[in-house]
């Protein structure tokens, strides 16, 4: 997928819903024993400039459209492409900052759907994981970053 035209459909309806990490450095430094190949990660929030400048550095010349998470102030949004680089890289920044300098909510897409949603990132919230993420993978990395998983109750988003 490629052009700003493009618009990435939201994770309306997740699989898994995995706990927030303990360590938030060692989550992003593993997010692509997840996420896999060819995915991106979308950074968004009021982000400190160091940070900016190497989100800026990596992201496609297009990138396309995806629904905020913050309506007001309107904040800025970078798309990364996931690799254990970039991660890494990002890891390192993120070692020097508070994590509300970094990010308020972090996302994943793969194609033109997100597979990944991590709303108000490091607050103790849970993250959202799409199907197309296999229980195995998922696993692995939750025992890597020392989270839980649990398939999310249908009946209780409902209600909601």
């Known amino acids: 997928m490629s052009g700003a035209e493009a618009k990435i459909q939201r994770l309306t309806d997740p699989k898994w819903q995995v706990s927030a990490p303990g360590d938030e450095i060692v989550f992003i430094r593993n997010l692509h024993r997840?996420?896999?190949e060819g995915a991106y990660l979308v950074v968004e929030g009021t982000i400190a400039e160091?940070?900016?400048r190497f989100l800026k550095s990596c992201q496609p010349p297009t990138c396309?459209?995806?629904?905020?998470?913050?309506i007001w102030p309107r904040p800025e949004v970078f798309h990364l492409p996931v690799s254990s680089a970039n991660l890494e890289a990002l890891a390192d920044l993120m070692s020097r900052h508070a994590l509300?300098?970094?990010?308020d909510h972090l996302k994943a897409y793969k194609?033109?759907?997100e597979i990944m949603a991590w709303y108000d990132a490091g607050w103790n919230d849970p993250c959202y994981v799409s199907e197309e993420v296999g229980e195995d993978r998922l696993a692995e990395f939750c025992r890597i970053v020392g989270?839980?998983?649990e398939v999310v109750n249908r009946q209780d988003k409902a209600k909601g």
């Open 34 to 36: 997840l996420l896999g």
């Open 50 to 52: 160091d940070v900016k």
């Open 64 to 70: 396309p459209k995806i629904e905020l998470d913050t």
């Open 100 to 103: 509300p300098e970094v990010c």
């Open 111 to 113: 194609g033109n759907h």
């Open 147 to 149: 989270c839980r998983y």
